[in-house]
């Protein structure tokens, strides 16, 4: 998907798949935990497929004549969210057509929409954004949308108020991917809005002709849509958006994730965009600073602008550094983006043994979680092309494609598991949106996967090994409430650990805001150092494992 007289992606179609192309002020750490899991035949986790007895009865639909445009084949996302604090995951499906789905923590869903009003609101829904912009306790969901998008209030988990006048949420052009980010010491989460390309009915062309077959148009046709930023003023959010001549963005946004990457005490946001350079914000003193290109992240390894979906970050390796991956287009390599520190990034998707694994898929969403506990971050990606009508120009294409799962072999190598992990990864789908979480509070991390041309996968992580584990739910005084954007380091005499607190990342999605932490071999108990988004630094000491706890910043431990 390269800007030029004939981008990569047309190029490609054109002849029928003929062409390849070749491929901080936090310390380091060691850089293990417990043993890893070596590659084998087997897979080190597996999943089972369950949407149905769940309980969940859901398929999004394309509507209207074939062949798709592009907006058509955008697709939609997914979350992971606790909406009634009952501990027990709930589960939101966002199209046209809404559907919220109580968990009762023991793998049975219970379809909620209408109790809670979400079948009253109407707009063409794409994803969604999770975290509790008012600090009553209850997160909250913003909905974004082509031509709308919808802050709900969660009105203390018994139902949702669109708040989006009131608060100064206006409709945008084309919303994709979206953001609760706190930017400052406030205490107030601020949010961050993708929008993608200027299009309508009455925008040329709405199809393209490849070799005589006729498929969705890639975004260069089509002149850019920006991001907007709105602070959190408490009452009302300020459109904060740099004016668009500023050049702060490039535009085309289609995924964004945030984090302090650098230990700066500032969260930055990374921007996926499409045939665009990515962005890398930083944000200080009210002002935005684009630093992707001396970061080393706006462009592939090769140098040339890319498509951009999907992306979240991660310290894969263990050094005490959060990475960054990027989903792409077929025939580009899925970028993983190793923090070298100094605030410079180097792409090690082909050492990795990634890239050859997913050239050949469209890569939407990304996500980093450690699926068998052993103190790895694994990695999947959702695979689906944007024109229904690909496999006319390129016999070796495919409208639906499986997903793309891989085991993390101690930080040097990825190997690809997607056939043994579950059937379901390698069933051709329209992959799309992604959430992670563990819904029945097991200590194994599960998956919800959009199919953006039929049902949802609820993946059910049936792992069994003797790795251990810890779940930490944060809860913030002097930062928000949800605790977003800390960073902890977990230490046991075996090394260190960093995660982030996020929901955030993959594609048009949120997931569990509780931080997940896989510990291999280690049963004994950890110590955990939180630098919460408000500046304040706490520790919290032997802290026992296997369990899901709450620590408060202030440095209680209330469960």
């Known amino acids: 998907m390269r800007r030029c007289e004939l981008s990569r992606r047309d190029l490609l179609l054109l002849l029928g798949g003929g062409l390849t192309m070749g491929g901080c002020s936090l310390s ?8 890893g899991a070596p590659a084998k035949a087997d897979a080190p986790f597996h999943y089972e497929e369950v949407t149905q007895q769940a309980g969940i009865r859901y398929r999004w639909a394309v509507p209207g004549p074939r062949p798709l445009n592009i907006l058509q084949t955008i697709g939609n996302g997914c979350a992971f969210l606790d909406f009634d604090n009952d501990g027990n995951l709930d589960i939101l499906l966002v199209g046209p057509q809404l559907a919220l789905y109580k968990g009762d923590g023991k793998g049975g869903f219970t379809e909620v929409t209408q109790d809670l009003g979400l079948h009253k609101l109407k707009g063409d829904f794409r994803g969604c954004a999770v975290g509790d912009f008012d600090n009553d306790g209850y997160v909250d969901v913003y909905l974004s949308a082509y031509r709308g998008g919808a802050l709900l209030h969660n009105e203390g988990g018994k139902s949702f108020l669109d708040v989006s006048a009131d608060m100064g949420i206006p409709p945008q052009p084309w919303g994709s991917s979206a953001a609760f980010v ?9 949010l961050v809005i993708g929008n993608y390309v200027r299009f309508g009915p009455h925008v040329n062309p709405q199809l393209c002709n490849f070799n005589g077959v006729m498929g969705a148009c890639g975004p260069r046709y089509y002149k850019p849509e920006y991001p907007v930023f709105f602070k959190n003023e408490g009452n009302r959010f300020q459109n904060i958006t740099p004016p668009i001549s500023s050049g702060v963005t490039s535009g085309k946004a289609l995924g964004i994730a945030c984090a302090d990457y650098d230990g700066s005490g500032h969260q930055s946001i990374a921007i996926a965009n499409d045939e665009m350079p990515g962005d890398l914000l930083h944000f200080s003193e009210g002002v935005f600073h684009n630093v992707a290109s001396i970061a080393g992240v706006a462009l592939d390894s090769e140098g040339h602008v890319h498509a951009g979906m999907g992306l979240d970050w991660g310290d894969y390796d263990n050094d005490g550094r959060l990475d960054l991956v ?11 983006y190793h923090n070298e520190g100094s605030g410079l990034f180097v792409d090690k998707s082909t050492l990795l043994g990634v890239a050859p694994s997913v050239m050949r898929y469209v890569a939407f969403a990304a996500k980093w979680l450690d699926a068998d506990n052993d103190g790895w971050l694994d990695l999947i990606f959702t695979n689906g092309h944007v024109q229904d009508t690909i496999a006319e120009v390129d016999k070796t294409a495919s409208y639906r494609q499986p997903c793309a799962v891989f085991h993390n072999e101690q930080g040097t190598h990825f190997t690809e598991v997607t056939n043994v992990a579950s059937p379901a990864f390698a069933r051709p789908i329209v992959g799309r949106g992604l959430a992670v979480g ?16 039929g049902a949802p996968l609820l993946m059910h992580n049936i792992t069994t090994n003797t790795h251990h584990w810890l779940g930490i739910l944060l809860e913030g005084t002097q930062s928000n409430r949800d605790g977003l954007g800390a960073l902890l380091i977990i230490e046991t005499s075996q090394g260190r650990l960093l995660h982030h607190c996020h929901t955030d990342g993959s594609y048009q999605s949120a997931s569990d805001k509780r931080v997940h932490v896989g510990l291999g071999d280690w049963n004994g108990p950890v110590n955990i150092k939180v630098r919460w988004p408000s500046g304040h630094q706490d520790t919290f000491a032997q802290i026992p494992v296997d369990r899901y706890v709450t620590l408060r910043e202030g440095g209680q431990r209330i469960a």
């Open 28 to 35: 380091r750490h060691i850089s293990a935990v417990g043993t």
């Open 182 to 190: 706190q930017l400052t010491h406030d205490g107030r989460l601020d």
């Open 326 to 336: 990027v989903a792409t287009f077929e025939r580009e390599v899925k970028n993983i």
């Open 438 to 453: 563990d819904y029945d509070n097991d200590g194994r991390v599960d998956i919800l996967i959009v199919d953006s041309e």
